[in-house]
């Protein structure tokens, strides 16, 4: 049974000022809520039509599908509802390859990064203050349980670079030709927001100018979608370690 | 002015069937509909609440913001929607590298997919039946104008890759290293469903099994996303002829 004041609460987790305040998000899914049972994040309460989950049990609520469907976000609503505790940010770890994201808006966008970070071993996704809350429950969907794996901070961008001493990497239409760079293991990349690009505030940051060269004829195609970018860059700097895996 | 029958019209090609009776589809945007004015797809008609556009003028009808309202699928409609003539499908060209998706279901990725495909000059992808419909508002607009200028083709797969001459790449979790294979310049690569991946009928008519390796530690990321996995194969395959650009 859910009481009121539950869907309530569950409700007002779509906001991101209530997340915030509340230190809490939700996920939905077997899949997903099982990726954050198995990881450091903490269970706050998980509301299920079936009881299959490995969690203790008074955080545990039965509930009937129409009450899953009460507090889903999702047009079919899957099996369950897990509310977990938003953890401290933790500073980026010195070393290794660091991914940046300068105001990317959309959720997918951000999702799927997320879980790209967790395919290539980037453990550091550092985020501008504008870009798309990780806790937004359409990203938390779209990273298929990699949330629970890639450690995302929210900070001045701007700030951080300049206190960093890594080499910063940007992608630009106007870079260097990134399959004939030399790309170091560390470092951080920067990517930009899907319509503007990386900020002139940021740019100035920016040691070497990347771009993925276009292979079609007519070059008119605008650009790549910011995933997609992300996709094919993650893969070039760490293809070049393949040989020491 | 828009007519009842015009707005029952547009409506109508938010269907498949319809689309396909009709040989019509839509396309939003100033961007996106210039892409199909500037390439062979033929303009039907024009509805825009601004005259910018170089089209005959009889093919052209000024409309008011609501009327716009009415007939877009956008939650912020963008001063046009033209509906252009779908074309007769071309079969696919021998020579260079041939992309084949086998059910990929999601607009958003068949969208994304036509982007890459434009961007590094594969000219033919080839659809399975059960392949979302490439003239779907959704996949058109995620196109952001490539779709004029890739040959999307549907067809019976199996039947497909069975005549054809070209090596048949696949993509699994079980493949060769794409880092460290020798692949070719031309050759089909298949792309399988979101949740599937290829299809047991299509898996038999493979040659080469192909994976994208994972970096991170704990190797429990199940998948990449469809759309940011061809990314990667495809700048793979890409890349090794930069020399030739």
Chains 1, 2 share one sequence.
């Not at 309530?8 to 779509?14: A, D, E, G, R, V």
């Not at 920067?190 to 100035?204: D, T, V």
Request: hydrophobic share 40%; net charge positive; proline share 3%.
């Amino acid at each position: 049974m859910l009481s009121k004041n539950q869907i309530k609460l569950i409700k007002s987790l779509s906001q991101k000022k209530n997340r915030q305040q509340l230190g809490l998000f939700t996920v939905e899914g077997v899949k997903g809520i099982n990726e954050f049972l198995n990881s450091d994040f903490r269970l706050e309460n998980l509301f299920t039509t079936k009881l299959i989950f490995d969690a203790p049990n008074h955080q545990i609520a039965e509930i009937s599908d129409a009450e899953l469907k009460k507090i889903s976000t999702l047009k079919s609503p899957n099996t369950a509802l897990a509310i977990f505790k938003i953890p401290k940010s933790i500073s980026p770890q010195n070393g290794g390859l660091i991914l940046a994201l300068d105001d990317v808006r959309d959720p997918g966008n951000l999702g799927t990064i997320i879980r790209l970070c967790d395919w290539y071993g980037v453990k550091d996704l550092v985020c501008s203050i504008n870009t798309v809350d990780c806790y937004n429950s359409k990203v938390v969907q779209a990273t298929m349980g990699s949330l629970a794996r890639v450690n995302v901070i929210y900070l001045d961008l701007k700030v951080y670079l300049e206190s960093s001493k890594a080499s910063v990497f940007g992608t630009f239409m106007d870079g260097e030709n990134i399959y004939n760079s030399n790309l170091p293991i560390e470092g951080i990349v920067i990517l930009g927001n899907e319509a503007n690009g990386i900020s002139e505030a940021i740019s100035s940051k920016v040691d070497r100018r990347i771009t993925i060269p276009q292979f079609g004829k007519n070059q008119s195609t605008e650009s790549l979608n910011v995933a997609n970018a992300t996709a094919i860059i993650l893969s070039e700097f760490k293809r070049r370690t393949t040989t020491e895996m």
